[in-house]
């Protein structure tokens, strides 16, 4: 039902891309991604990219031991995801999304009205800015400081569940900007709230029905699936992550 012809996505151009992903140069110009396997955010740029059929070359990062050519390439913030494009070094998720979109055909990750890219730009932000901080909080804090960023986090996704109402994806019809931006939501929230022992209280049926039903229909989804870590490869991460892992925003006070 949820199969991958609503997303746009080619699985002629797939397959290609699958078994070229090595491919140093091609017509679309040089392609890098500078990433880490467990991470949402690198994980947004390769499925974009994916999304638009675009070979690249993708190389992983060691967070412990940043490499020079992150350290290079993102000299500002020292974090991946990294897209290198003809040499040129394009930093932060959505902004890598943007100009993913705006580089290469293919299906649209924002919509074309400026009214309502306008949107799509202030929800993927607001995951970011806002959601995303906030749940992580919720993992990884504990007392009264947890009980907080719980409440918090439930409150903000309150906003996320009216936005999909009565919408197939954030994008509409087919998946786009939040769609990627809110992978954490859909995905790796699921398997760290196992680990952490927060499984139905902070997103839940009751207060986030349809953002329920989005996640659902996310992690059914073949592009999706094809597109994050394996769920037990990363709940070992997140097991072993004592102590826990730097919340991803520098904006979890
Ligand atoms: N706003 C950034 C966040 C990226 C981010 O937090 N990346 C993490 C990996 S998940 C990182 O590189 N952390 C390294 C560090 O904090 O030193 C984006 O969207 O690209």
């Given at each position: 039902m949820y199969s991958t012809p609503s997303l746009y996505y080619n699985k002629k151009s797939f397959s290609k891309i699958n078994k070229h992903?090595?491919?140093?140069?091609?017509s679309m110009g040089e392609v890098k991604v500078l990433g880490a396997w467990g991470s949402p955010f690198s994980r947004r740029v390769e499925m974009a990219l994916k999304l638009k059929g675009v070979e690249y070359e993708y190389m992983e990062e060691d967070l412990i031991n940043k490499s020079p050519l992150l350290l290079k390439h993102n000299p500002v913030h020292k974090k991946l995801p990294v897209l290198l494009h003809n040499a040129n070094p394009i930093a932060d998720s959505l902004v890598i999304l943007e100009y993913i979109d705006e580089t290469w055909e293919g299906p649209p990750i924002l919509p074309k009205d400026p009214y309502e890219r306008s949107k799509a730009r202030f929800w993927a932000k607001f995951v970011d800015d806002e959601c995303l901080p906030a749940m992580w909080k919720a993992c990884w804090s504990s007392g009264e400081e947890r009980e907080k960023a719980k409440e918090e986090a439930v409150e903000l996704l309150k906003f996320l569940d009216s936005e999909i109402k009565g919408k197939k994806w954030f994008g509409g019809d087919n998946i786009g900007i939040v769609d990627i931006a809110a992978n954490f939501i859909a995905y790796w929230f699921g398997i760290i709230a196992e680990v952490v022992g927060l499984v139905d209280e902070v997103i839940t049926q009751e207060k986030h029905p349809n953002l329920c039903k989005w996640i659902e229909k996310y992690n059914k989804c073949s592009f999706v699936k094809e597109n994050v870590p394996p769920k037990d490869k990363l709940a070992e991460k997140f097991k072993d992550g004592s102590p826990p892992p730097p919340p991803p925003l520098n904006s979890a006070s």
């Open positions: 992903t090595n491919t140093k140069s091609t």
